[in-house]
């Protein structure tokens, strides 16, 4: 992790975000990727495209979402009623601090911090609502000042901390990936590496996937494009911290496309050979669902990569709230492997190739069975 890369990290994970209220992370992206000589533009939705095009090389893009659990305030006072966004249990919640913003004008500052409110929660109930697929998680919330109906907030946690091979954050889930993305690009730009990759910043995934339904109706992102999409997800006993980025087969919804999973797997394969220090690891990550479900179930080519997270969505093992963490290695070789993605896109008929090795083998001792 080198100097420019530290700066990218503070710039992003140290900004609020929460579903819907992405505008303070989107603004430093987009920041960063000026400076980097690079264009950007926004959907209808609101989600965020950054693109490096140098050469005639087939298309990629990478995907990653901007926000992270969070609450809307309901009331007005001192005391208010919020409605949690995201997929933390009502059981780590009690007791635990927030800090709250009001920016109804939607500024989008580069250079300042929003003013916060701070608050701890002090009651929790969850309700049933027509359609949804689980309750709504409402708290009740005490404020050091007065607080405005329609202010939003997440928890009060540092925004970076490096120490001990770790970086921990309020949300790295999945602001890292964000940064992974623009990190990336910087290196390609660099070397003037030829690439043709497209960076997509989406919206509201931790409602539902919201934002990347939103990609799915614009047509910035073309139907024939290749999509790997970045997580950073439950670290499990098959995909642990410290052991290198995940080639991610599936989540807790879907399988991802075969195609591109073999791809990923040669890529990190090959690049394990070039570099002896770069490991990585392949499962099935079941403790979330991520975006590529959504892309898959659009017929869409996609693959994953996932950094193993602890604290997923600030759920400490004692039970309260706490930064999640990841190793700094992992994201080193995350990196990596990116840039080595970028400059090495799917090609046409790696189905075909892996599947003749197979007949290759069949040709050769399949006659033994009919001779037995």
Same mark, same amino acid.
């Given at each position: 992790? @080198? ?18 209220? $992405? ?13 980097? %000589? ?7 939705? %609101? @989600? ?7 050469? @005639? ?19 007005? &006072? ?9 997929? *933390?249990?009502?059981?780590?919640? #009690? ?41 709504? *998680? $409402? ?10 109906? #329609? ?27 964000? *940064? ?24 509201? $995934? ?63 394969? $090959? ?13 099935? !990550? ?24 602890? @604290?997923?969505?600030? !759920?400490?093992?004692?039970? &309260? ?27 046409? %008929? ?17 006659? #033994?069975?009919?001779?037995?």
């Amino acid at each position: 992790m @080198n100097v420019f890369e530290r700066r990218l990290l503070h710039a992003v994970l140290t900004r609020p975000t929460a579903p819907f209220h $992405e505008h303070y992370v989107r603004a430093a992206l987009e920041h960063a990727a000026r400076r980097m %000589g690079l264009r950007s533009r926004r959907d209808r939705y %609101g @989600n965020l495209y950054v693109g490096y095009r140098k050469g @005639n090389a087939p298309g990629l893009a990478l995907t990653a979402h901007m926000d992270h659990p969070g609450f809307e305030v309901q009331s007005a &006072g001192r005391t208010v009623h919020a409605t949690l966004q995201g997929g *933390v249990d009502p059981k780590h919640l #009690r007791g635990s601090r927030v800090l709250l913003y009001h920016d109804a004008d939607h500024r989008e500052p580069v250079t300042t911090r929003p003013h916060a409110v701070h608050g701890r929660i002090t009651a929790v109930a969850t309700r049933m609502i027509e359609g949804a697929r689980r309750p709504q *998680v $409402e708290v009740e919330i005490t404020c050091a000042a007065d607080v405005a109906a #329609r202010s939003w907030g997440h928890f009060d946690l540092p925004g970076m901390e490096l120490h001990g091979g770790m970086l921990r954050s309020k949300a790295l889930d999945n602001l890292l990936s964000c *940064v992974l993305i623009l990190a990336t690009m910087a290196r390609l730009r660099r070397r003037r590496a030829v690439a043709n990759l497209l960076g997509v910043f989406t919206r509201a $995934e931790e409602v539902g996937f919201v934002g990347a339904g939103g990609v799915l109706r614009s047509r910035i992102l073309q139907p024939q494009r290749p999509v790997v999409v970045l997580e950073t997800s439950k670290a499990l006993p098959s995909a642990p911290i410290g052991h290198g980025p995940v080639l991610r087969v599936g989540d807790r919804m879907t399988c991802f496309d075969p195609g591109m999973d073999l791809w990923l797997a040669d890529a990190a394969a $090959e690049l394990a050979t070039l570099d002896p220090s770069f490991t990585y690891q392949r499962a099935l !990550m079941t403790g979330g669902a991520c975006e590529a479900s959504l892309f898959m179930l659009h017929g869409r080519r996609v693959g994953a990569l996932a950094m193993p997270l602890g @604290n997923y969505h600030n !759920m400490t093992t004692r039970g &309260g709230i706490g930064p999640e963490f990841v190793a700094t290695s992992d994201f080193d070789k995350a990196l990596l492997l990116l840039d080595h993605l970028a400059t090495h896109p799917p090609q046409p %008929g790696i189905l075909q190739r892996h599947r003749a090795t197979l007949d290759s083998i069949f040709d050769r001792l399949g006659p #033994r069975l009919r001779s037995a």
